[in-house]
């Protein structure tokens, strides 16, 4: 009995002492601040911990031995460290994460213009890279409408109901309040405007950068709601060749090729698409949803690189397209007195782009840069044509300058814009020409370890409108790992021209030309608040973005009829405001990613006392997307989106709808093919509500708040080589 009680005794005493404690300490490899939450599991066993507000960890109970633990908080690498126990010291293990940003450093945020990186830059900036492009690429191959118009706040208007003309909406303002910029340069604006966003594959896109609110200090006129620039693949030093063949349950057909390598000093890219379709009439009603196009697109650019201080970077897109919508009778070739109306649309852009830099000294660089577009188009419609071509150039010279603790950018700008109207009728012509001077200047400081702030101001001059100065300021306070805060605003304005969404729907029959003595600029303020948290929820990391947003715009310029047939720009008395707020969660447990969005946008126009809400814009709506990756092998994503009643603008409300879709890829590594069924659910206007009046010889089209083509599949392969 004494023997056992012995035996027992010894049994307990030495399972205590194989028993072990870790402790350690996780901080952040950058700044040493401890990272609360942060989460400790040893490899293989159940056991784990997180850290608490001084950063510390503690593991009971851990037996004798090797263990691996690894050690993880949300934006940062995880880390794997080997442990033996018992220990032959009793301080603390230190563990340092580095932050995940380090990938996301490597990728320059050129709107900015500025060399800090995204975590440390006080404008708040969206980039849409990486998985997420791909993904919207599968779903839209041809253009890049369902790259951007899945984003909280954005919204794609549609202007026309047979042909799919397209703008972006930011915040409620209309498409003319944005610039779309292509590696910087404005290709995208005035009267292919309409067309821009059809007209642009995202296949040789490395990312998309979104700006909300106003940009004017360093873009100029336009930048009132913000702006999105688009980012192309350069060559490295390994050869990329990438392929995309598309084709829908639409009658669409989709064929890219991109192309790029370095050999040594030099560089080339090369983009092709071939994108088509035929006329497509989902409803039955006899005329098209999608309309029947061709289009070439050919951009192809040189780098030099002279010196590791001096670059050259020039290049030519080049796209042609023909588009026709209408009755589907007249389209396929058996139109007749009932069954005639059409709208076509013929383009041909031809621009060019240089970049040229040199660095004095590894803190100095100069930077040119310049851009011709050159833009025809003939739009035509039963018993009217409006045929016309639109030169713009773009021309800037800057500095940057920088040390550890400063940067600035100061720079001049010269704008031209030249339309020309040809005389298809004894109406007067709507020629116009714009030309724009403008310096600015921008600093970036970096006031200590927790605040940075961003000021600058631009002033323009734009002949025959006026002097426009542009004063802006933003910024960043991180008062640790967790939690962050941006808060900006700045001045903004936009000249008039002919093209905006109200003349593109009306095909600009009957639009009177804008002129110095009737129109004035719109000027504009606004601000944004966005705060950022981010944690661990066990295995999950949870972050969460919150933004407020307000724009003023003085003097909006509306189309109005004159009573006598004909329509005319003003500029109202009053004044359009919108405000409201974006809430993005995003939620990573495992394999899984989970998006949540909600944006709630309040645009009104303000006129004589009387407050309406401007027309085609979603109070509120939802963004959720589920996503599901297997790394190099699987990609599942299911997608569900709201869209709350929208005010049209003969008074009448539209009705709320969800779209729906679900994409799965199979990838292999140089191959991978994709299946996407988008708007599952069916969601079309045509279903719940009219889209003209009159009779189908001579619609009156009333506008277009939901989507037209409703369910449509679409598949086909990548290839990566």
């Not at 782009?353 to 310049?370: C, G, M, P, Q, V």
């Not at 909006?556 to 329509?567: A, E, K």
Request: a negative charge.
């Amino acid at each position: 009995m004494r023997f056992a009680c012995t035996l027992i005794l010894f049994v307990v005493v030495f399972d205590c002492s194989s028993q072990n404690t870790l402790q350690a300490v996780v901080r952040d490899s950058e700044n040493d601040e401890p990272l609360v939450g942060a989460s400790a599991t040893v490899l293989g066993t159940s056991f784990g911990a997180t850290a608490d507000e001084d950063g510390i960890v503690q593991i009971p109970n851990l037996p004798d031995g090797q263990h691996t633990v690894r050690f993880s908080f949300l934006g940062y690498e995880e880390k794997e460290i080997l442990v033996l126990f018992p220990l032959t010291s009793t301080e603390p293990v230190v563990v340092l994460l580095s932050s995940a940003h380090e990938e996301l450093e490597a990728i320059v945020i050129s709107s900015t213009r500025s060399t800090r990186t995204i975590a440390d830059i006080p404008t708040r900036v969206e980039f849409i890279a990486g998985e997420e492009l791909d993904e919207k690429a599968n779903m839209k191959p041809g253009d890049i409408r369902m790259l951007l118009s899945e984003s909280t706040g954005i919204q794609i208007q549609q202007t026309s109901a047979t042909t799919a003309n397209a703008s972006i909406r930011i915040q409620g303002l209309d498409g003319r309040y944005t610039q779309i910029l292509k590696d910087g340069f404005p290709l995208y604006s005035g009267f292919s405007g309409g067309l821009g966003l059809l007209q642009t594959p995202p296949l040789d896109l490395k990312q998309a950068e979104v700006i909300k609110g106003s940009s004017s200090t360093l873009y100029g006129g336009g930048a009132i709601a913000g702006l999105v620039n688009l980012i192309s693949r350069v060559p490295t030093d390994n050869r990329e060749l990438r392929v995309l063949a598309n084709g829908t349950s639409a009658k669409g057909l989709d064929l890219s090729a991109y192309y790029g390598e370095k050999y040594g000093k030099i560089g080339l890219t090369a983009f092709a698409s071939y994108n088509s379709s035929k006329a497509y009439d989902p409803a039955n009603i006899d005329l098209s949803a999608i309309p029947e196009f061709q289009r070439f697109t050919f951009n192809p650019r040189l780098f030099v690189d002279f010196t590791n201080k001096t670059k050259l970077n020039v290049g030519v897109n080049f796209s042609t397209e023909d588009r026709i919508g209408g009755d589907i009778h007249y389209i396929e070739g058996n139109g007749d007195a009932v069954h005639r109306y059409f709208e076509k649309n013929t383009s041909d852009r031809v621009s060019t782009h240089l970049s040229f830099s040199h660095a004095f000294n590894e803190h100095t660089t100069l930077n040119f840069k310049n851009s011709t577009n050159h833009f025809d188009r003939l739009l035509q419609i039963p018993e009217f044509s409006f045929d016309g071509s639109q030169t713009a150039t773009f021309t800037e010279l800057n500095i940057v300058a920088f040390n550890e603790q400063t940067e600035w950018i100061a720079g001049l700008n010269l704008w031209s814009d030249d339309f020309s109207e040809r005389q298809l009728s004894n109406a007067g012509l709507r020629d116009y020409q714009q030309t724009t001077v403008g310096a600015f200047i921008q600093n970036n400081l970096t006031v200590n370890d927790k605040v940075n702030l961003e000021t600058g101001i631009r002033a323009d001059y734009v002949f025959d409108y006026g002097l426009a100065v542009l004063p802006r300021i933003s910024l960043l306070y991180k008062p640790s790992p967790r939690f962050s805060t941006r808060v900006g605003g700045g001045f903004g304005y936009k000249a008039p021209t002919i093209f905006t969404e109200e003349s593109e729907r009306l095909q600009f029959q009957n639009v009177l030309p804008i002129s110095a003595s009737n129109n004035k600029l719109e000027r504009s303020y606004g601000a944004n608040w966005d705060m950022n948290y981010r944690t661990e929820i066990g295995e999950a990391g949870v972050s969460v973005n919150q933004l407020f947003f307000y724009t003023y715009l003085n003097n909006p310029l509306q189309l109005q009829s004159t009573g006598d047939g004909y329509y005319q720009f003003i500029n109202i008395a009053g004044y359009m405001d919108s405000k409201g707020a974006e809430t993005n969660v995003k939620v990573e447990f495992r394999d899984f990613k989970l998006f949540l969005g909600y944006s709630f946008t309040d645009t009104r126009i303000h006129d004589g006392g009387v407050s309406v809400v401007n027309p085609l814009t979603a109070r509120n709506r939802l963004n959720n997307v589920l996503f599901y990756e297997v790394e190099e092998k699987w990609k599942i994503g299911l997608e569900a989106y709201y869209f709350s009643r929208q005010r049209l603008s003969d008074n009448t409300y539209g009705r709320d709808y969800w779209i729906c879709g679900f994409m799965v890829e199979r990838l292999w590594e140089s191959f991978s093919i994709f299946i996407n069924f988008e708007n599952f659910l069916d969601a079309r206007q045509t279903r719940f509500d009219s889209i003209y009046t009159g009779s189908v010889s001579a619609p009156v089209f009333r506008d277009i708040y939901a989507p037209l083509d409703g369910f449509v599949i679409n598949g086909g392969f990548k290839l990566k080589l």
